[in-house]
């Protein structure tokens, strides 16, 4: 390392010696300096003493830039960092080993050069790599390099340049995202993990820079970055921290949701599957990949494979659970939910199941109970809790649980889901003067502590409250500001139907869509049909979505054998032993319920009366279906 820096150390000597005229002579020809000097006499003398003296000088300046850049080469700070959930063990250069904690970052110090680096553990991400540190001399004294070493790639960098200005009160902040490399060099940064003041002494208009890894949950990390990512970024960050922390199951779920979203179903399928062999049963990861296989049409191959996980683990109640959440026979699917149980009553995702099937039935009391027993197990699970709550909804514990969503934010203004919540308990009991103010207050929070809203909050709300007041052009009008484009897809969807608009809904809207969720979306459309008395459209749009259901999941293919035949007097019951959500029943029913006659259509509207219970989408529709059928009965 010292032999190459004799080079540019040398060129640098050559900058300084031009910088004296008489030392410039004695160094491009000392002979004939010499020479005058001889000739001149006492002047040729004081002018050898006056190079000889400038020499020396100079001399000892670049010794002391040598010596200064020598330093500087020798203590280079490198910020080693780790974004991932899972902590690293690693050496530099085959020497020293570092144990780097999950999300979090350590200072060591590297002479210029070229360095290697080496993941011991874990397994999973073991890998090794080069980075290079060497600089050139002018660089060491005029610029001030940042460098980040990230050996396991999992680690979003952001770099961020603000713009101040002596007539704006705030800086204009731009910013660029880092992702994929395992080292990065940043110039000239001002603030090293440090946030921008909020003002600097400046004569005029100055920029200022900063870098800072985000080094927190991973899971929260790339929900709140995932707008400014690519479709191939967000799915590569899963992929990674996915391969270190299987058991993150918030990050499971952002993985499908980004995948659903580039529609990289093949993609999110492979993936998946190559970790399904893991021991013991990782729940979260199969009930995924149980998804992922349905949406490539891996029906046949995914009943052999988890009625052989049944086989091989005839004592482990998560073998049970996940072959009975394929099933399209209701009571089947109920009775490898209780064998589930039976063999490990401590595991919370088959009460979970359960209480889907009951909710789906509207037997409410009974889905309280096993939801209630499944939070009791998980109280972290967010899904858990969500069906929790959409029970007592249906069971109409208001006050309580106005109460309970009201304390919520008094503790934390910023509480989304406590926000939401609440404006459909109002919505529910149709206060919507209160659920304006509730809108209004969310807004001011949100305004003050997120002025920029990357969730997508505020227009979410306004959204919501548009819907309960059946202002359907303002929800489209808001619909089409939302920026998160999955979200936005199947909003707008919302919002047309909601509105009558069928017409609008080209078949390129439903065409990328899964076939089975391809067909719950004409169901709604054969609603607007019926509503308008198109009765050619709706049969023609009905036979469509028999059509998608056939090529969907055993349950629609289940769906599209039953509804072929009203006359049958037994198909109330028949649909009520297929396996479905809540929302789906409804929508089957309401629709089966328009060409059935008698005790059987009042069987189904019974059933749709009870399911309709939420606020939401497509409550409004579904109630005037049902007025509209009882006219006629």
């Known amino acids: 390392m010292n032999t190459r820096a004799a080079t540019p150390d040398f060129c640098f000597l050559s900058i300084f010696a031009a910088l004296d005229k008489d030392a410039r002579k004695l160094i491009s020809n000392p002979e004939q300096a010499g020479g005058q000097a001889d000739q001149n006499g006492s002047n040729g003398q004081a002018t050898r003493k006056r190079s000889v003296a400038g020499i020396v000088a100079l001399l000892l300046v670049v010794a002391g830039v040598a010596a200064s850049s020598h330093n500087i080469a020798s203590t280079r700070l490198v910020y080693l960092v780790n974004g991932s959930g899972e902590s690293l063990r690693l050496t530099i250069d085959g020497g020293e080993e570092f144990e780097l904690a999950a999300t979090s970052k350590t200072e060591i110090t590297l002479p210029e050069g070229l360095h290697q680096w080496q993941i011991l553990e874990p397994e999973a991400v073991a890998s090794k790599g080069k980075f290079d540190l060497r600089t050139g001399i002018f660089e060491r004294f005029f610029s001030s390099p940042m460098y980040v ?23 204009e902040v731009t910013h660029q995202l880092f992702l994929g490399a395992t080292f990065y060099k940043f110039d000239d940064i001002d603030f090293r993990l440090e946030q921008f003041p909020g003002s600097i002494k400046a004569s005029g208009s100055a920029t200022r820079t900063r870098v800072e890894p985000f ?8 929900r709140f970055v995932a707008n400014d990512l690519s479709s191939e970024q967000q799915l590569t960050f899963c992929e990674r921290h996915l391969r270190l922390t299987p058991r993150d199951e918030e990050l499971i779920a952002a993985y499908g949701q980004f995948a659903v979203q580039a529609l990289a179903y093949q993609r999110l399928h492979g993936f998946l599957k190559a970790g399904c062999g893991r021991r013991p049963i990782e729940i979260p990861w199969h009930r995924r990949y149980q998804s992922a296989a ?24 998560a073998a049970f659970y996940l072959r009975g959440r394929i099933e399209p026979h209701g009571p089947l699917a109920e009775e490898y939910f209780n064998r589930s149980i039976a063999a490990d009553s401590s595991n ?25 027993r499944a939070i009791e197990l998980n109280p972290d699970q967010q899904d858990m809790e969500n069906i929790l709550h959409r029970v007592r909804l249906a069971l109409e514990q208001y006050d309580e649980l106005e109460r309970e969503q009201r304390q919520l934010i008094s503790e934390s203004p910023l509480a989304a889901t406590a926000h939401f919540r609440l404006m459909g308990i109002l919505a529910a009991q149709n206060r919507l003067a209160e659920m304006r103010q509730t809108h209004d207050e969310f807004v001011l929070a949100v305004h003050n502590e997120i002025p920029l809203d990357p969730h997508d909050l505020v227009i979410s709300s306004e959204r919501y409250l548009a819907y309960c007041n059946r202002d359907y052009e303002k929800m489209m009008e808001l619909t089409l500001q939302l920026r998160n484009p999955l979200s936005k897809s199947n909003l707008m969807l919302e919002a047309l139907v909601a509105r009558g608009m069928h017409k609008e809904l080209t078949e390129s809207d439903l065409i990328e869509r899964p076939p089975a969720q391809r067909g719950f979306v004409r169901l709604y459309i054969v609603m607007i049909h019926e509503l308008q008395r198109n009765m050619d459209e709706s049969l023609a749009n009905l036979n469509q979505a028999m059509d998608d259901f056939r090529k969907g999941t055993p349950e629609t293919q289940q769906i599209a054998r039953t509804v072929g035949d009203f006359s049958d007097e037994q198909i109330y019951e028949r649909l009520s032993a297929i396996s479905m959500s809540a929302t789906e029943r409804l929508a089957v029913n309401i629709v089966v319920a328009s060409r059935t006659h008698g005790e059987t259509r009042q069987k189904l509207l019974n059933s749709c009366r009870l399911l309709n219970f939420s606020p939401r989408f497509p409550s409004h529709t579904v109630n005037r279906m049902i007025e509209l059928l009882e006219s006629e009965s």
């Open 294 to 317: 349905l949406r490539v049409n891996k029906v046949d191959e995914l009943f052999s494979e988890y009625d052989e996980l049944v086989e091989l683990f005839p004592d482990d109640g």
């Open 348 to 372: 919370p995702y088959p009460y979970y199941a359960k209480c889907h099937q009951l909710v789906s039935l509207a037997r409410y009391e009974e889905a309280f109970v096993a939801a209630t």
């Open 149 to 171: 070493l990230d050996p396991s790639a999992t680690t979003i960098t952001v770099w961020e340049e603000a713009l101040y200005s002596a007539v704006a009160s705030d800086a």
């Open 215 to 222: 080094l927190y949950e991973p899971a929260q990390v790339i």
